[in-house]
């Protein structure tokens, strides 16, 4: 076994790797970019070296670099993960040229695996079912549109070095196919350097299933069962579990023997996933599916701990073992599955707004606890921590959370308290839309194809699973409780007519959805809370909050108690609840005192906006409440006051900026 290995990735993978190295006694050795310097995979590995910039191509892609750092810490093997250079030939054969063993498959496997057109026809002579379709070298416009009128529409013309779903269109009718050619073609050539491309039937109602395969030296290879990951956006994979829902034990084992003969077709070594496009007749009729060979990616997939959590297996402890010249550590016939995993990808995007990518702060990142690193009910792998910035130049992937449970019902509950628990605020994230598709008709009856999020897209996007009433309720509950914390006391428990602020009536102002709303609140005799929403005549009654742990039970009127957790960016307060999460702006300059008193001199934007104007210069002293800047938001001009008295230290933004969400406008001193 290795005493030391390199990983040539970063992030959550990186992290992965090097938790079974450990675990192992092998030690480990980072490498990381400018942008990467206090990453969290570094400080997980025994040694770290810096390799370039922080885009790729500076860094991650510069193999070079990679195998000196390997060389100059004396690794013994290249572990590369997914992505970046795990599926280049070129990277492999250097690995060997340098006397390093690259974890992973032969040169000769990725390169036939690589160009789709050459893989397929590989596949073909090894008895894999193919799509029908055309793959040869001929790239003629005229003699591609004649194969495409052949097979028949609609057709799938997809580039041939293609992956993530670039390079690819569908055609329904033969008029358009000219122009679906052109494009495809462009696109591929700016994104592969090649611009060959195939043509084959396009599926309908299709399913991706693909199948974990893995070989050893020796020549033997076995398959690690299935996994579905039909729920997809842009081509690219969202939710994924194992095993499939309705498969059937015939087409698993016809499934399993065909990725068993892909693999032996190109003298596989290593883990490997061969991907099935899966046709179905009708949802709730798994005897009518018809599988056929897409692609085999020639690594670990982001998607292998679901296959760890049903058969009880380490895949990268599989990995190493066998790089390191051991046999596979188990027969085919001593493969078991146990109950039911889902992964569900946690990205800083946008869904809605067509999945656009987020970058920003992790300025608070909350996850549900891990109860086992194998095999147990929640799993979370991840390569950032609070603080970390997302930036720009690697996927928007943050985490993984990974749940498993005997059933696919019991998983399917947990994966959705699981996401409940994870708080996120800083930047955008797909965290809420994970949750409507998990709790979504057709993925919880398991009615999947790789349309599913376009099907039901009335039910996934612009939901709102918090309404106004019962974000209003929580954010005045928890800034009264901030108050009362402050203050030292419970002056709502006096029986002595005190008045909050000398006043019986209190006003708090929001805006919710691009729109203002009001909330008064009224101190009763009795020492109860009246709370009511202006405008909306069902949404008043008495106002009662508990803490538990760090957030309050919260009820209004004849609402059910809810619990609920609040967590601020400028003015913005983003409310969790096991219902849902949302976010309200809060223009009642006392709607987060406690806040304000932790913050001090840091005065932030409250929302995405234009700086108007600033009342103040530095030096200038200014005292408590002091109006300091101008802001222009959601269609509202919005003041900006100072929480106390003091000195203005620095502007750090001009008349007519636009300034992000939570970015800071000036600093305030004592």
């Not at 222009?632 to 502007?651: C, F, N, Q, R, Y």
């Amino acid at each position: 076994m290795f005493k030391k290995i390199l990983i040539a990735n970063r992030g959550e993978i990186a992290c992965r790797v090097a938790a079974t190295a450990r675990r192992m006694g092998i030690q480990t050795v980072a490498v990381y970019s400018d942008a990467d310097a206090g990453a969290k995979h570094v400080q997980a590995c025994d040694e770290a070296v810096h390799v370039g910039g922080s885009a790729p191509k500076d860094s991650y892609l510069r193999w070079e670099r990679i195998l000196q750092a390997a060389k100059d810490t004396g690794a013994q093997a290249v572990h590369p993960g997914y992505g970046f250079l795990s599926e280049n030939e070129d990277f492999a054969k250097a690995c060997a040229a340098a006397g390093l063993v690259f974890i992973g498959p032969p040169a000769s496997a990725i390169l036939a695996m690589g160009l789709k057109a050459e893989s397929k026809r590989l596949m073909e002579s090894a008895g894999v079912p193919l799509v029908p379709g055309y793959h040869g070298a001929d790239q003629d416009p005229a003699l591609l549109q004649h194969e495409a009128d052949r097979i028949g529409y609609p057709a799938l013309i997809k580039a041939s070095a293609g992956g993530g779903g670039k390079g690819m269109r569908v055609v329904e009718k033969s008029e358009d196919f000219a122009a679906a050619l052109a494009s495809c073609k462009r696109e591929a050539i700016n994104s592969f350097g090649s611009d060959a491309v195939l043509i084959e039937k396009y599926v309908q109602r299709p399913r991706h299933i693909e199948i974990q395969v893995f070989g050893d030296t020796q020549g033997n290879c076995v398959y690690l069962f299935e996994r579905d990951c039909s729920v997809q956006r842009r081509h690219q994979k969202v939710l994924e579990e194992a095993p499939a829902p309705g498969m059937t034990e015939a087409l698993r084992a016809q499934m399993g023997a065909a990725a068993v003969a892909a693999a032996k077709a190109v003298n596989y070594v290593g883990a490997g996933t061969v991907e099935f496009i899966v046709e179905q007749t009708a949802y709730d009729q798994p005897e009518s599916m018809k599988f056929f060979f897409m692609e085999m990616n020639t690594r670990l997939q982001v998607e292998h701990p679901v296959t760890e959590a049903i058969t009880g297996l380490d895949l990268v402890e599989w990995q190493l073992r066998v790089a390191s010249g051991e046999a596979l550590p188990l027969r085919q016939d001593q493969l078991r599955i146990q109950g039911h995993a889902i992964e569900a990808r946690i990205c800083a995007e946008n869904p809605d707004n067509n999945f656009l990518p987020a970058t920003g702060t992790l300025q608070v990142y909350r996850k549900p606890q891990a109860t086992s690193f194998e095999r147990g009910t929640v799993r979370v792998d991840d390569g950032v921590r609070e603080g970390d910035t997302i930036s720009p130049f690697y996927d928007s992937m943050v985490a993984k959370l990974i749940v498993h449970g005997d059933t696919r019902e019991q998983a399917l509950a947990r994966l959705d308290t699981a996401l409940a628990q994870t708080h996120i605020v800083g930047l955008n994230t797909n965290v809420q839309f994970l949750r409507h598709v998990v709790r979504s008709e057709a993925f919880a009856t398991a009615k999947l194809d790789t349309a599913l999020i376009q099907r039901e897209a009335p039910v996934l996007f612009k939901q709102e699973a918090v309404g106004l009433p019962a974000a209003v309720a929580a954010v005045v509950a928890h800034t009264l409780h901030a108050e009362k914390a402050l203050q030292g006391a419970d002056p709502f428990s006096r029986r002595d007519g005190w008045q909050s602020h000398g006043l019986a009536q209190r006003r708090f102002e929001f805006v919710w959805q691009d729109q203002p709303r009001s909330a008064r609140l009224n101190y009763l005799h009795d020492g109860a809370l009246s709370l009511s929403l202006e405008g909306d005549d069902a949404a008043s009654g008495v106002l009662t909050f508990a803490a538990h742990g760090e957030g309050l039970w919260v009820q209004w009127g004849n609402a059910p108690r809810c619990f609920s957790q609040l967590d601020w960016q400028g003015e913005t307060a983003h409310l969790f609840t096991p219902q849902g999460a949302t976010r309200i702006t809060v223009l009642d300059p006392l709607a987060h005192a406690g806040e304000a008193a932790q913050e001090g001199g840091r005065l932030t934007a409250p929302m995405p906006g234009k700086v108007v104007s600033f009342a103040v210069k530095a030096g200038d002293k200014v005292k408590a409440g002091q109006p300091l800047a101008v802001m222009e938001a959601m269609k509202m001009e919005h003041t900006i006051s100072a929480p106390k008295d003091g000195v203005v230290a620095e502007l750090l933004y001009a008349p007519g900026d636009q300034v992000a969400d939570g970015a800071e406008l000036l600093k305030l001193a004592a």
